[in-house]
Nanobody, 116 residues
Framework: QVQVVESGGGLVQPGGSLRLSCSVS????????MGWYRQTPGKQRELVAA???????NYEDSVRGRFIISRDNAINTAYLQMNGLKPEDTAVYYC??????????WGQGTQVTVSS
């Protein structure tokens, strides 16, 4: 049974920082790619950042230069360091796991609210 556990969301003032964590357990597979999506009510879930097992991370234009995605393959954990947060970053953030075969896995989501 695969478990995807997220943490790190919360309320922060504009310009502040948060770090999201996503830990995966119970999977007998190598994770090909990991990433973060976000969603607000009435909008499509959109990719924020993704990092493959090989190669460079990919970022949505609005977060490039502010967010940093990383992964620790030894413990199957991904991180999203969010700096210079803006109100428009407010959303539920979901961890996404791509094992390279079969279905992807999703975290339950963690709320990020940026407000003064």
């Amino acid at each position: 049974q695969v478990q995807v556990v997220e943490s790190g969301g919360g309320l922060v003032q504009p310009g502040g920082s948060l770090r999201l964590s996503c830990s995966v357990s119970g999977g007998g597979f190598n994770i090909w790619a990991m990433g973060w999506y976000r969603q607000t009510p009435g909008k499509q879930r959109e990719l924020v950042a993704a990092i493959p097992q090989l190669g460079s991370p990919n970022y949505e234009d609005s977060v490039r230069g502010r967010f940093i995605i990383s992964r620790d393959n030894a413990i199957n954990t991904a991180y999203l360091q969010m700096n210079g947060l803006k109100p428009e970053d407010t959303a539920v953030y979901y961890c996404w796991i791509d094992p390279g075969r079969g279905p992807s896995y999703w975290g339950q989501g963690t709320q990020v609210t940026v407000s003064s």
